[in-house]
């Protein structure tokens, strides 16, 4: 009995170790919102922690508008829910082919199921609701037009390219895997019970989420209720994939490039087709995969000698400021194609024939500027407004501006770019859209509104045209309208725009439960970012505007919430909302929001932050705080507020910010 009795004193230490345990875990009160939220411990890291770095989330340590809401709280799970299925969705397309063929007992494929959960992945069901950290505070906005086109389909861009060809048939899967799902339960830390399953997955079948069991083998009536709402799914974002005229034949799947060049030029073609052409129409990608590369840039490169030199001369800039190449030799090869490209357009114009082609190579020359180069090139080129004399002209003598506004057929894709340049072009300059009235007809007419810009640019026709409206104005404002007169024209274009607010519910995330992107919920969300980004620049013409009103500190404030939805990064589509940038940070103030969300979106865009569009946009937004917050001011003498119109006139600066 003397032996056996020290036996027990060892129970009171293992009850207490676990307290002391607990007592080491308290919840901390300093932690960022996002982590407190999720119930995860937080390193506190600075200006975000390792978990919202590695997850994607916006780590905030001042306390969010949702914090204090059970209701928005409870929306905030369900978005980090979906940030986190996408992320990992993103993971697994970008691991091993070995994920496409599985057999029993083989590797499980990662994503597909969760071998060993532990208690940093699956202790609490607040895990499994994660997504972008947003302040929902949208309920007081509506936020979109209702859609007055052709709906559009979700083109799975993170799909494998050997399975692409089963996109369009929904009824024939692609394979199926045999999945093994083993779960750990967890308590304290100390592993209790364990499950092991095997279940067949089809990859057509929407992944169950984590806390479901896999089913078994499904029965045939069971395969097709699956196929149905797959079907039902996809035809609500049905697309019109024959909306645009490329004025190059009927649309093809496949087209070859077989063009003779020397060996320095071919390396800048293949630059041109591998690396630039994939950044220049990235909404009109998402939405129609592949269509400009083979119906209208491709056909160009052989058939268009002047188009040729356009896309040489630009793939040369693109890798002079990419891969950070110096000397002659390249600035030759800019120099040498953009010479030829001027020569063969003055001859093409001379000639006075095949305008469409010459069009075509002029709109490039435009266009495709947005995409490479740095903002401190020096070297020389022709303005971008020059060139779209030039356009003008020829859209003139081909009429496309008549033929949008009488035909129902197939839109001319040079006339939607046009109007692209135009309205956002006219913006920067402070004058009236050259085709406003072509956009006013289109924006009255009930049968024949579309232009095609929400296909090609993300945001929806509508609003584009009232874009052009408020140009108007502002040129009308430079004239001489008296103020009575320009605030009856504020706010009756004020009202219009509210009305493509009517019957929609907000942003969300543009991605499905499977993680695939959603064109038409992306085309939403851009659209209702650059709606406020219109009513900004409304604002901006009444008399006695400035930044610091409450009218347009909270306008800042809604727009950097919609921007949230917006996906960021390489891949993201930042670089489509240039303008929106522009407009918005110009007149945020210095303890804005906005501005730390654009060092955010800087930090993830990377490198590509500092070329095209975006980084002069970039470059011209920090010269423009310097200014609003005081730090100096043009001239010298006492600092006060300048507009970004006037900055990038006193640096000399002539860019196409679009």
């Known amino acids: 009995m003397a032996v056996s009795q020290p036996k027990p004193k060892p129970a009171p230490k293992a009850n207490t170790t676990p307290k002391g345990k607990m007592q080491m875990h308290r919840r901390s009160r300093t932690g960022c919102y996002t982590c407190r939220l999720r119930r995860k411990k937080c390193d506190e890291g600075s200006p975000a922690c390792t978990a919202c770095k590695h997850l994607g989330l ?4 001042k306390r969010p508008m949702w914090w204090s809401n059970n209701d928005q709280r409870r929306m905030q ?6 940030i986190i299925k996408r992320k990992k969705l993103t993971e697994k397309t970008t691991s091993s082919a070995t994920n496409q063929v599985m057999t029993p007992g083989s590797e499980t494929p990662p994503g597909l199921s969760h071998s060993l959960p532990t208690s940093a992945t699956f202790s609490d069901p607040l895990d499994r609701t994660r997504s972008a950290s947003i302040d929902s505070q949208l309920s007081l906005f509506d936020f979109n037009a209702p ?12 799909m494998h390219t050997s ?4 996109a369009l048939y929904p009824d024939y899967s692609p394979y199926e895997v045999d999945v093994k799902t083993e779960r750990q339960m967890f308590v304290n830390d100390i592993p209790t019970r364990r499950e092991s399953t095997i279940s067949t997955f089809s990859t057509y079948h929407p992944p169950p989420p984590p806390e ?3 089913p078994s083998f499904p029965v045939d009536n069971d395969w097709e209720g699956s196929y149905s709402e797959r079907r039902e799914s996809m035809a609500e974002e049905t697309l019109n994939t024959n909306l645009f005229d490329f004025s190059h034949g009927p649309p093809s799947s496949v087209r070859q490039v077989a063009i003779e060049l020397d060996e320095g030029d071919q390396r800048l073609l293949d630059h041109f087709i591998s690396d630039v052409l994939p950044t220049v129409f990235p909404i009109l990608e998402t939405n129609q995969h592949g269509s400009a590369r083979t119906d209208y840039v491709l056909p160009a490169l052989q058939s268009n000698k002047c188009y040729l030199h356009c896309c040489l001369s630009i793939a040369a800039q693109h890798c002079k400021a990419t891969m950070n190449i110096q000397g002659e ?8 194609h953009r010479y030829a490209t001027i020569s063969e357009l003055c001859e093409a114009l001379n000639r006075d024939t095949d305008h469409s082609s010459i069009l075509e190579a002029t709109l490039g020359m435009i266009f495709f500027q947005t995409s490479v180069g740095r903002y401190d090139d020096s070297l020389p080129d022709i303005p971008w407004h020059q060139h779209f004399q030039a356009a003008i002209s020829l859209v003139q003598k081909l009429e496309l501006n008549r033929m949008v506004s009488e035909s129902h057929d197939l839109i001319q894709f040079n006339m939607t770019l046009t109007a692209w340049i135009d309205i956002l072009g006219s913006t920067i300059q402070g004058r009236a859209p050259t085709f406003a009235h072509t956009y006013r007809e289109k924006h009255l007419s009930s049968t024949n509104s579309s232009l095609g810009l929400r296909e090609l640019m993300g945001c929806e026709d509508r609003v584009m045209y009232l ?25 009756a274009l004020g009202d219009q725009i509210g009305l493509t607010e009517i019957g929609d519910p907000g942003p969300k995330i543009p991605y499905n439960a499977n993680g695939v992107l959603s064109p038409k919920q992306l085309s939403k969300n851009m659209t209702a970012a ?11 013409l009444v008399p006695g505007f400035t930044p610091s009103q409450a009218s347009c500190v909270g306008l800042v404030s809604k727009l950097t919430q919609v921007l949230e939805f917006i996906p960021s990064g390489q891949l993201g589509f930042d670089r489509s909302l240039v303008w929106v940038y522009l407009i918005g940070g110009s007149v945020s103030t210095a303890d804005s929001p906005f501005r730390s969300f654009f060092e955010e979106r800087l930090t993830a865009l990377g490198d590509l932050a500092n070329f095209g569009s975006f980084g002069r946009v970039s470059c011209l937004l920090r010269e423009v705080w310097g200014h609003v917050d005081g730090r100096f001011s043009p001239g010298g003498g006492e600092a006060h507020y300048v507009s970004w119109r006037d900055v990038m006139q006193m640096k000399g600066w002539d860019f196409l910010l679009i």
């Open 58 to 61: 916006r780590c905030e340590y």
């Open 77 to 82: 799970k369900d978005n980090i829910k979906m």
């Open 147 to 158: 859609p007055h086109i052709a709906d559009y389909t979700a083109y799975n861009a993170q």
């Open 163 to 166: 399975h692409s060809q089963y």
């Open 212 to 214: 479901a069991m896999l």
């Open 329 to 336: 030799q390249i600035d030759n090869d800019i120099m040498r």
């Open 467 to 491: 874009i052009s409206e408020i140009a108007c104005l502002e040129a009308l404002k430079k004239d001489g309208m008296d103020d009575i007169q320009l605030c009856q024209h504020v706010h």
């Open 530 to 540: 650059f709606r406020i980004a219109a009513r900004i620049y409304l604002c901006s």
